[in-house]
């Protein structure tokens, strides 16, 4: 049974927190939905969002994390895990296991998606390559006026 007194209830409206730069990756915008707060660090959740063009990806890298899962929102992405090249739709799920090596290269304009880690201070930690990565997808140019 869980004790009710260790989490506190938390709702956090669309308006509520905004789009801000400065997480994990300067590539992304992310979204606090208020539950680290909420559960004294035990589990983050955030919205990312494409900010720019994939140039180099996030580099291979893996979690010291116990749990967490990308929920694709918009758009989709295109995962390295170990060797096997991943692509996740809006609509998909994925469970990363701890320690699982991985490298997101690609993405697109629109991407978006809901990540949920445990704990919420879950470090992030650099590992040789597991495998080649594909080149990303290149962004369409904006017309000049």
Same mark, same amino acid.
């Given at each position: 049974?869980?004790?009710? $007194? ?10 509520? $927190? ?128």
């Amino acid at each position: 049974m869980t004790d009710a $007194t260790s989490t506190e209830f938390s709702h956090v409206k669309a308006n509520d $927190t905004p789009y801000v730069s400065g997480g994990l990756r300067d590539f992304f915008l992310y979204r606090d939905l208020g539950i680290a707060k909420a559960t004294h660090g035990k589990v983050i959740a955030h919205l990312v969002r494409a900010n720019m063009a994939p140039a180099q990806g996030t580099g291979w890298h893996r979690h010291e994390a116990d749990f967490q899962i990308v929920i694709m929102l918009k758009g989709w992405a295109r995962f390295m895990y170990e060797d096997q090249e991943t692509l996740v739709e809006a609509g998909d799920c994925v469970h990363q296991r701890p320690g699982v090596r991985h490298y997101l290269f690609d993405y697109s304009p629109d991407m978006e998606y809901l990540e949920i880690v445990s704990p919420a201070d879950f470090k992030s930690i650099d590992v040789e390559p597991a495998a080649e990565v594909p080149a990303p997808t290149p962004w369409p140019q904006a017309n000049a006026a």
